[in-house]
């Protein structure tokens, strides 16, 4: 038993461990710039990883932009509002969200989503919201919004039933004090509930940006894959899990495959990160009700 | 369950505030519009997995036949083929991925629910497991690529310790949970009447808890059924008919991503019916453990 506990540190750092040694040469070649340098050229063995940095924060903050006040309505609406025949269909019904695989997203993505995008929601866009240049260029239907939107419905899942479990868990007690002062219902959620959950809340947003930083396939799939910072929101992008799924298996070069496990490692290090404190964050709050694994 | 304290209620009140000065009607209305964007954003979540299952069933249904899931891959150009490399090659991985990771993960799990409580020891593993459930899959298909490919060549083997690797960390936080639900008074009888630990822990607490850890396994399954980015590099797909371990082999996530990338009509076509059939299965399995679970079967979880 102990030793199959003990796997899970073994597992941790095994990748960590691995992930090092195998990107050993692009580590010694660009040092700590290899994060602040935009160059990508495979053909001269020039690497940096700033565009895909770029990529990956644009597109997982807007995926939190669109995703968090839907989640937090969705939590407010089971815990608070929803009759109770019809919270259990609700949740389960959110949660097939959560089952449905990335790749089968990214599908969908490609046939649906973007043609929208290219014909009817880029082109409202740039007539509404035109003067702000985050619209410029030509719209092909693939790029960072895009990609955005299909990772607000990939994290949502994850946030509102983790708001869920951490709104449920505020006594009764709390509310009906609330109430009792002659609070509307609104006011209760607002000062009983949401007052007592924030931190919770607060972590649960970052577990769903955790998932946003390594999501792969659905994001390679419509992002357009060409690493390049642009301000317009329609422009091709790339990110750090993207990159290594579509040119992993061309890494012809030992410093190409060192550049992209140090992306990786990268990644690794930085989900590791976010994972933690989240974790620490909703513990602190759903201490003492029964857990859940997400 | 722990109740808070009030105490901290009167500093989050402040009476004079001018939320509560303000005129009834304005905090009637807030009250209703509140109620209102979140029945709307219900309603606004809901409504892509409509859409996605719509699609599923409408562009897949059409393509769902027998040489489906006889056939292999036709070479490009040539109509009809189908997915049962995918097919069987996705059971191969996963039959692997899950006699690798359940039985480390339960009695990972176990270790914590039984024997290492409320030690520092097994909140760090506790910890860790939730932390780890959280990395990307990529990262776990190029840590295995670097392990078990590089320098070899890739392999169904590969794909299934991948996949392992990510069921782990969920087999062993829900095979804890539902241990945790076990009444301890059932287990200080046995050990009252003498019975080890050991053996308490297996024929008591396990079999006791055995729904719950088999629906949290199947949870896990569903889960790594359709991964498709740690398999990338590690079982790399194969457009052929390959049940051999060490040798690439066909995926049914990898198939549909080739597929739906590809520039074929006949390509997306089956990537279509390939979603669905993935789909389908994971439903059924998602959907059988809802209900086994609400059946009352496992109390506390899910």
Known sequence: MLVCACSIFVIVLFIFIILILRSQLSLHAFGWKFFTRQAW??????????PFIYGTLMTSFLALLIAVPLAMGVAIFLTELCPQPLRAPISFLTELLAAIPSVVYGLWAVF?????????????LVKTLGWTGFFDGANFGVGLLTASIILAIMVLPIISSLTRDIMTAVPNSQREAVLALGATRWEMIRIGVLRNSRIGIVGAVMLGLGRALGETMAVAMVIGNHPEINKSLFAPGYTLASVIANEFSEATSDIYLSALIEIGLALFLVTIVVNAIARLMVWAVTRGAPGRAS | MSTQPLNNLPRHIDFDSKSMRLNHSRRTFTNYAVTALAILATVIVLLPLAVILFYLVYKGASSLNLAFFTHVPAPVGEEGGGMANSI?????????????GIPIGIAAGVYLAEFGQGTFFA???RFTADVLNGVPSIVMGISVFALLVQGRHFSAFAGGVALAIMMIPTVTRTTEEMLATVPHAIREATLGLGVPKWRTVLSVSLRTASPGIITGCMLAFARVAGETAPLLFTALGNQFWSVKLNEPIAALPLQIYVYATGPYDEWHRLAWAGALVLIGLIMVSVTLVRIFANRGVLKGGS
Not at chain 1, 41 to 50: C, E, I, K, Q, T
């Open chain 1, 112 to 124: 649906v989503l973007v043609p929208l995008m290219r014909d009817v929601l880029g082109p409202f």
């Open chain 2, 88 to 100: 069987v090659g996705s059971a191969i991985i996963l039959t692997l991925a899950s006699i690798m």
């Open chain 1, 41 to 50: 050229d495979p053909v001269s063995g020039d690497f940096g990883a700033l």
């Open chain 2, 123 to 125: 909140n760090a593993i």
